[in-house]
């Protein structure tokens, strides 16, 4: 059945939803804006790293939704199954097409675990953890907890994948922990990577490579985790090497695997997706590049930034901006550069704050070295971030000017 048509329709009440229907309430309250998701809890991400790590709670991170939705949205409680732009229509789970004169499409990304042989059955048990899910980041603060030594796997697929500095980020905090006990000389600790480094942009890669080598961090790169036998406590790799690929096994004690992250199939499915099967839309007005009455931001959307709430913050305004200029059909002058951050936590109390833009330039906030680690960043993972995590939700715009790093000495290698 259809439903009046809304002016606004927001499919995703994450980060990017809630954010872009609180400030649409706050620059246009006469507009009806209808955010669609079926989860009754909201999580503060980020904050699972250090939960993971035992140095947050769970229960920290959780909100109800129905407490972030803006005042004046409306918020259906659905997931939805259908995007279908030529008719402007969300089609529902619960029967309903919603008619919409504007779409703003953020759904963000889904754990895909079956994507790994083996791994459904066995995460959260058997030594295999993970601080992607709420259902198991409890269960990775167990097993670093208890360990007493041995073989440590921490595991990252290919991109995209939500925050991609946190596979490695729990890796620091689990050395660091073993460190402080006495015991980090009797733990094989192993980072498999699909990717060729440490991380996309290279200048923090390199800092990156001294972290791992001070805590003894073996690194593997195009390293891709296809299987895990919880019994057998194995983990098997596909291991590229030019044109050839092999399967390696290793053994392990404890296993932390960052899972595979895929789109939504109603996403896939839709005219809006590309080949990759994101939503596909201009990097810089964040519109869709075939249909003038969708937009998209978050992680689910085509731009090769960065897939951080971060980025969000810095994508909600100019979305917003946008649509209500293409409202009045004027031009689109609100620009994304593609900012992201992430707050690379490298041990259990330090930080290296990693900021850049579209090609990997690095964009400091804050007049610092960027590849130094900071107790003042630690604070700001712990408090400070989430204190301002949950007022952006509530509409508030802060945004810090960033600036590429041009002739500092601390890009010619000084640790300064």
Same mark, same amino acid.
């Given at each position: 059945?259809?439903s009046?048509?809304h ?9 990017a ?8 309430r ?5 507009l ?13 991400q980020?904050?699972f790293t250090?939960v993971?790590?035992g ?5 920290k991170?959780?909100?109800?939704t129905r407490d972030?939705i803006?005042?004046g949205?409306?918020?259906i409680?659905?997931k939805?199954?259908?995007?279908d732009?030529d008719?402007?229509?969300?089609a529902?789970?619960?029967g ?14 889904s754990n895909?675990w ?13 030594g ?5 899910s ?5 269960y990775?603060?167990?097993l670093i907890?208890?360990f ?7 595991t990252?697929p290919?991109m ?6 946190a596979?490695?980020?729990i890796?620091y905090l689990?050395?660091?922990r073993w460190?402080q006990r006495?015991?980090?000389d009797?733990c094989d600790?192993h980072?498999?990577t699909?990717a060729?480094a440490?991380?996309g942009? #290279?200048?923090? %890669?390199?800092? $990156? =490579?001294? +972290?791992?080598?001070?805590y !003894?961090?073996? &690194? ?8 895990v ?5 194995t983990a ?6 030019g ?5 390696v096994?290793y ?5 932390h695997v960052?899972p595979?992250e895929?789109t ?10 590309n080949s990759a ?8 007005t964040?519109r869709?590049?075939?249909?003038e ?7 689910a959307c085509?731009?090769?930034?960065s897939?951080?709430?971060?980025a969000i913050?810095k ?5 917003v901006k946008?649509?209500?200029s #293409?409202?009045? %059909?004027?031009? $689109? =002058?609100? +620009?994304?550069?593609g900012? !992201?951050?992430? &707050?690379l936590?490298t041990?259990?109390?330090t ?9 990997g330039?690095?964009?400091?906030t ?10 003042l960043?630690?604070?700001?993972k ?5 204190l ?14 960033h600036s590429e790093?041009k002739?500092q000495p601390?890009l010619?290698?000084?640790?300064t």
């Open positions: 059945m259809a009046p048509t002016d606004i329709v927001i499919v995703g009440a994450g980060t939803g809630i954010y872009t229907a609180a400030l649409l706050k620059k246009r309250p006469e009806s804006v209808t955010l669609v998701d079926p989860s009754d809890v909201h999580y503060y980020p904050g250090i993971g790590g140095e947050y709670s769970l229960e991170t959780k909100r109800r972030l803006p005042a949205a409306k918020w409680q659905a939805a199954t259908e995007l732009p008719k402007n229509e969300v529902l789970d619960n309903e097409r919603l008619q919409y004169r504007w779409l703003v499409a953020c759904p963000g990304l895909d079956n994507k790994v042989a083996g791994l459904l059955d066995t995460v959260g048990k058997n295999v953890c993970s601080n992607y709420p259902d198991y980041v409890n990775t603060w167990k907890d208890g007493k030594g041995g073989p440590a796997i921490f990252q290919p995209p994948i939500k925050c991609p500095g596979p490695q980020k890796a689990a050395a660091d460190r006495g015991f980090l009797k600790m980072f498999m699909a060729g440490m991380f942009v #290279a200048p923090f %890669s390199a800092a $990156l =490579d001294k +972290v791992v080598a001070r !003894g961090i073996k &690194p593997h790169f195009f390293h891709n985790l296809v299987a036998d919880g019994d057998k406590k098997t790799f596909e291991k590229v090497q044109d050839t690929k092999e399967l096994t053994d392990y004690g404890m296993l960052t595979p895929t939504p199939a109603f996403v896939k499915q839709s005219p809006l997706a099967g994101f939503i596909e839309v201009n990097q810089s964040l869709h590049v075939r249909y009455n969708v937009f998209a931001l978050g992680d085509s731009t090769p930034n897939k951080t709430a971060a913050r994508q909600a305004p100019v979305l946008n649509l209500l #293409a409202m009045k %059909s004027e031009k $689109l =002058d609100a +620009v994304y550069d900012y !992201g951050s992430c &707050p936590t041990s259990l109390n930080v290296m704050l990693a900021e850049f833009i579209y090609g330039k690095v964009t400091p804050f007049p610092l070295n960027p590849f130094v680690e900071r107790q960043w630690w604070w700001g712990k408090v400070g971030f989430p301002l995590y949950w007022q952006m939700l509530k509409g508030l715009e802060f945004d810090i000017s790093a002739g601390y010619a290698g000084s640790a």
